[in-house]
T-cell receptor, first 116, second 113 residues
Framework: GAVVSQHPSRVICKSGTSVKIECRSLDFQATTMFWYRQFPKQSLMLMATSNEGSKATYEQGVEKDKFLINHASLTLSTLTVTSAHPEDSSFYIC????????????FGPGTRLLVL | AQSVTQLDSQVPVFEEAPVELRCNYSSSVSVYLFWYVQYPNQGLQLLLKYLSGSTLVESINGFEAEFNKSQTSFHLRKPSVHISDTAEYFCAVSYTGRRALTFGSGTRLQVQP
């Protein structure tokens, strides 16, 4: 099956710093990638849709200037949490959508962010 | 608003017993339906999906789900669970015109010996 990787898997940073998370589709091209956020014992909440070569589409309530998304190639999307604060601590998961009639989203393993 | 409901937050079950995890979604003309499994501190893994065709879909590890359009349900079943099935299970729906997934709140399956 299709593989999606995320890096780093875990990051601890000080409040006020910025953190970049990478999401890569390893064996397929993904024109669309999605970024989700998951709080402990809760479901995934869509943050934004990342389209290759164009601006990301953010969900209501998600600050686009705080969560910068770049989708520069068909296999890489990055999420940068700018000026991170403790309330940004969460599990961030990306997914990549395969193309074709059997489209399915494949998820990365997630990145756990802890802001001190 | 589009929504996915998983009524059971936790389902305890003994090993080798059958299990059903319920999922209902808000009605729409056309949907794609998915079940994902999440093991502790890991990302989501696709368990099975319904896109079209036969309403009964199966996974390689014994799970199955049936798309019921009249009841807008996509319940997940397994006739005999194993300890290794202990995980969080998420039902998800992709609605026509919206490529992102809408997730249910998840059901924690706890298989006890």
């Amino acid at each position: 099956g299709a593989v999606v990787s995320q890096h780093p898997s875990r990051v601890i940073c000080k409040s006020g710093t910025s953190v970049k998370i990478e999401c890569r589709s390893l064996d397929f091209q993904a024109t669309t990638m999605f970024w989700y956020r998951q709080f402990p014992k809760q479901s995934l909440m869509l943050m934004a849709t990342s389209n290759e070569g164009s601006k990301a589409t953010y969900e209501q309530g998600v600050e686009k200037d705080k969560f910068l998304i770049n989708h520069a190639s068909l296999t890489l999307s990055t999420l940068t949490v700018t000026s991170a604060h403790p309330e940004d601590s969460s599990f961030y998961i990306c997914s990549a959508r395969s193309s074709g009639p059997q489209e399915t989203q494949y998820f990365g393993p997630g990145t756990r962010l802890l802001v001190l | 608003a589009q929504s996915v409901t998983q009524l059971d937050s936790q389902v305890p079950v003994f090993e080798e017993a059958p299990v059903e995890l319920r999922c209902n979604y808000s009605s729409s003309v056309s949907v794609y339906l998915f079940w994902y499994v999440q093991y502790p501190n890991q990302g989501l893994q696709l368990l099975l999906k319904y896109l079209s065709g036969s309403t009964l879909v199966e996974s390689i590890n014994g799970f199955e789900a049936e798309f019921n359009k009249s009841q807008t349900s996509f319940h997940l079943r397994k006739p005999s669970v194993h300890i290794s099935d202990t995980a969080e299970y998420f039902c998800a729906v992709s609605y026509t015109g919206r490529r992102a997934l809408t997730f249910g709140s998840g059901t924690r399956l706890q298989v006890q010996p």
